[in-house]
């Protein structure tokens, strides 16, 4: 008879972090690391806007500023607050808290993708706007914290080859903003950017950690077509193993597609386990939304 023993000492998740994961576990986690307080320091320093004229590159700047002005409990306009807050609904009346930094380390982006043709959206002119965001938030978090690790977490290889195509693309600027850049074909484990930026699966990246992790899970699934791709999307296993390689700031990009999927799906039980968590995901994180126009890329 095997017995299974559920570790609650977590040295790797903050408190923020550890009380989501645990809301699929049966005893809470001790959290063991706090929440870095330099957080938003760091994503205040993002520096300039790289290329004025991408609007894709100037949300993923955005959004980074707008989250260190919530951690630092200034003024944006971007995100909405989470519905459900460490461990109690409602807003902090608390004088203490409301003087402190807040502990932010979910955010959640709604994507949406445009063409003037709608019916040319296809999985893989989605999956380029995608990556293309992706790869700007990259860019600016390496800018701000060259030294911390970053993870872009893909549930495809389709999508991790694309992320890695869209930081190739901008070989040239990070050689010379890093001092170096060092890429792996798609034959290898990862690309890595001064050896802190890995770009793969999600099975890939099991068992490790980076301060900062975006996770790709958005989809641009139409209501009528075959269930597979959201089935597989809205695995619990997989959206926890890429949520919780984090240790400071996991940044989720989803889609409607994906938050909002047809009673079809959730008939499946494993899915349905998945809709759950990340509906636990999106009710304590901050949101905002983002609309991608495929024409301009």
């Known amino acids: 008879v095997s017995t299974v023993v559920q570790l609650t000492e977590n040295f790797r998740l903050n408190r923020d972090l550890g009380e989501f994961i645990q809301t699929i576990y049966t005893k809470s986690f001790v959290p063991q690391k706090q929440h ?3 957080l938003a320091d760091i994503l205040e320093n993002v520096g300039d806007i790289y290329d004025e004229n991408d609007p894709i590159v100037k949300d993923a700047h955005d959004i980074l500023v ?3 002005s919530a951690m630092a409990r200034r003024k944006q306009l971007r995100f909405e607050q989470p519905r459900f807050r460490n461990g109690a609904r409602g807003s902090e009346t608390s004088t203490v808290l409301t003087q402190l930094p807040r502990l932010i380390s979910l955010a959640l982006v709604r994507l949406r993708v445009t063409m003037q043709r709608p019916e040319a959206v296809g ?5 380029r706007g995608e990556a293309h965001f992706a790869a700007a938030l990259v860019r600016f978090i390496r800018r701000a914290a060259p030294q911390e690790r970053i993870f872009v977490a893909t549930p495809h290889r389709i999508q991790r080859h694309a992320v890695r195509e869209a930081l190739r693309s901008s070989v040239d600027e990070l050689s010379e903003a890093l001092g170096g850049l060092q890429l792996e074909g798609d034959d290898g484990a990862a690309l890595g950017v001064g050896d802190n930026v890995t770009v793969d699966t999600i099975e890939r990246l099991q068992g490790s950690e980076a301060s900062f992790v975006i996770c790709l899970f958005s989809s641009t699934y139409p209501i009528g077509s075959s269930t597979g791709s959201l089935d597989f999307l809205l695995e619990r296993r997989r959206l926890n ?3 919780s390689r984090t240790r400071a700031l996991c940044i989720l990009v989803s889609s409607n597609e994906v938050l909002r999927p047809p ?3 959730l008939t499946n039980p494993q899915s349905a386990k998945g809709f759950a968590f990340l509906k636990a995901y999106e009710d304590r994180a901050w949101t905002t ?3 991608i126009d495929l024409d301009g890329l």
């Open 263 to 265: 009673v079809s799906v």
């Open 36 to 38: 870095t307080r330099r």
């Open 66 to 68: 707008d989250l260190s």
């Open 123 to 127: 999985y893989e002119t989605h999956v």
């Open 241 to 243: 193993v890429a949520i």
């Open 289 to 291: 939304n983002v609309t």
